[in-house]
C-alpha cells in the first residue's frame, strides 16, 4: 500500500484561486519551466554538431 505523505505538514488558512493560476502557469505554462527545459533539449538534438 502507498500512502502518499508530504515532508513536512502544510496547513491552509485560505485558498487564493488567482494565485494558484499563476502558480501553475509558471510550472507548466507556455512560459514556465516545464516548457522552457523541453526547448533546450529539443534545440540541443537538432543541433548539427557532433561535438556539441
Known sequence: M???K???PVKIKNT???LASVIISQY???DGELGA???YLSQRYA???PEV
Request: proline share 17%; hydrophobic share 15%; net charge positive.
Open 16 to 18: 487564493s484561486p488567482k
Open 28 to 30: 507548466g505554462g507556455p
Open 37 to 39: 527545459s523541453l526547448r
Open 6 to 8: 508530504l515532508q513536512y
Open 2 to 4: 502507498y500512502e502518499k
Open 47 to 49: 543541433m548539427p554538431y
